[in-house]
């Protein structure tokens, strides 16, 4: 089944520790997005990649890093130098071009206590 | 201001109605639009893209007006399974595949 994973579902950390949230996608595509969806608000665009070992910072990327070491992966760290971290985390990708559906993976609501 | 503003809602109505949704948005360089459905503490799934002309698929029914930038969803013999937050969104240019979400109207039919 060709699809995008993220793991874990629900992640619970401690304030001030750094916490890393997966993202996998097995369909082929080159671009994949980092999105951040809080409470009456629109998902916002952490960062995004176009292609491996490139990526871009979106419109809130401060407190955030990445890595795109493989097409098929595309992990976000969260660190401590970011406010509010708690928040519903969705990674997406799609094919290269500005013009392509983005597809979403399940999420992952991340809870800093 | 919001570049994508909808009514948050939430709209209750009874199965069988039609309902309507409305969408504004401020950026001119504003390409593509589209209508995604979020079911509470899931993803967003792409509902239908929004055409000039208009465009339906099956009870569904998608309206653009650029003049206006004014974007509206309509929703004819409502399910319970239509229960939802409809996403209104924008492609903008800039090079890359960058959409605008606005923050989501919620929908609950009942029966």
């Known amino acids: 089944d060709g699809g995008i994973t993220q793991s874990p579902k629900y992640l619970f950390r401690k304030e001030g520790q750094n916490v890393t949230l997966s993202c996998e996608q097995n369909l082929n595509h080159d671009a994949m997005y980092w999105y951040r969806q809080d409470p009456g608000q629109g998902l916002r665009l952490i960062y995004y990649?176009?292609?491996?070992?490139?990526?871009q910072k979106g419109d809130i990327a401060e407190g955030y890093s990445v890595s795109r070491e493989k097409k098929e992966s595309f992990p976000l760290t969260v660190t401590s130098a970011q406010k509010n971290p708690t928040a519903f985390y969705l990674c997406?990708?799609?094919?290269?071009?500005?013009?392509?559906?983005?597809?979403f993976g399940p999420g992952t609501r991340l809870t800093v206590l | 201001r919001k570049e994508v503003e909808q009514d948050p809602g939430p709209f209750n109505v009874p199965e069988g109605a039609t309902v309507a949704f409305n969408c504004t948005y401020s950026n001119s360089a504003s390409q593509s639009f589209f209508w995604y459905r979020q079911d509470c503490r899931k993803e967003p799934k792409l509902l239908m893209s929004?055409?000039?002309s208009g465009n339906e698929d099956g009870r569904f029914t998608a309206q653009l007006n650029r003049a206006s930038q004014y974007i509206s969803l309509l929703i004819r013999d409502s399910k319970l399974s239509d229960s939802a937050t409809y996403l209104c969104?924008?492609?903008?240019?800039?090079?890359?595949?960058?959409?605008?979400f606005g923050a989501g109207t919620r929908l609950a039919v009942h029966p």
């Open positions: 990649s176009q292609i491996v070992n490139d990526f």
């Open positions: 929004v055409y000039s």
């Open positions: 969104v924008v492609r903008v240019s800039g090079g890359y595949n960058k959409l605008i």
């Open positions: 997406a990708s799609s094919l290269s071009g500005a013009y392509n559906e983005q597809f």
